[in-house]
């Protein structure tokens, strides 16, 4: 069974970097095809997707913040990691990282709450 | 404003169909996805590839895209279908596209 979960801070003062770390257990991070994104969710607001990392290590980003994020794989431990730097209060929201074989996320992680005040 | 378009709220009856659309440039052309989500829980995936259910989910959930819309459409609604919606397709740079998500209230 695959679990994904998300580990950071759980408070950034603003203009700080954020790192969010997604773990990935049940299933390696070799597997061909395979493909994380990072999500976010500001409280009660819709999903807005970040950054996705293919299978052969390509990255893409969502246009508006692609000078803020940096998404990584590494694959032995298992993780995908998100940088976002300079943070603002905006950005306050609940971080997802989900996983593809296709174009869908069929496997999502809890989320993780992160704050950004002073 | 939101990748994809979508209503933000939709009422139904218990036992009455629901249905949720999903507007986008093309939308047709390319699989739109649906996921639903309930308070404090992750997104779920119910629809993937316009139509197909995942195992587990029940078959009153259906879904379908054609021109710009993508639609997906709850037969028989139960309470327990009480969540918010969204779609989910990509576009041709690669990118990751999401409706606005659609709240959805069983009254």
């Known amino acids: 069974q695959v679990t994904l979960k998300e580990s950071g801070p759980v408070l950034v003062k603003p203009t700080e970097t954020l790192t969010q770390t997604c773990t990935v257990s049940g299933v390696s991070l070799d597997n061909a095809g395979l493909g994380v994104s990072w999500i976010r969710q500001p409280p009660g607001k819709a999903l807005e997707w970040l950054a996705h990392?293919?299978?052969?290590?390509?990255?893409s980003y969502r246009k508006s913040l692609k000078s803020r994020l940096t998404i990584s794989r590494d694959r032995s431990r298992s993780q995908v990691v998100l940088t976002m730097t300079n943070m603002d209060p905006v950005d306050t929201a609940t971080y997802y990282c989900?996983?593809?074989?296709?174009?869908?996320?069929?496997?999502w992680g809890q989320g993780a709450l992160v704050t950004v005040s002073s | 404003s939101y990748d994809l378009t979508q209503p933000p709220s939709v009422s139904v009856s218990p036992g009455q169909t629901a249905t949720i659309t999903c507007s986008g440039d093309?939308?047709?052309?390319?699989?739109t996805h649906w996921y639903q989500q309930k308070p404090t829980q992750s997104p779920l995936l119910i629809i993937y590839?316009?139509?197909k259910r995942p195992s587990g989910i029940p078959e009153r959930f259906s879904g379908s895209n054609s021109g710009d819309t993508a639609t997906l459409t709850i037969s028989g609604t139960q309470t327990v279908d009480e969540a918010d919606y969204f779609c989910?397709?990509?576009?041709?740079?690669?990118?990751?596209?999401f409706g606005g998500g659609t709240k959805l209230t069983v009254l």
């Open positions: 093309k939308l047709g052309d390319k699989f």
């Open positions: 989900a996983q593809t074989y296709s174009d869908y996320f069929d496997s």
């Open positions: 590839q316009d139509d």
């Open positions: 990392i293919f299978s052969n290590d390509e990255q």
């Open positions: 989910q397709s990509w576009d041709s740079s690669a990118a990751v596209l």
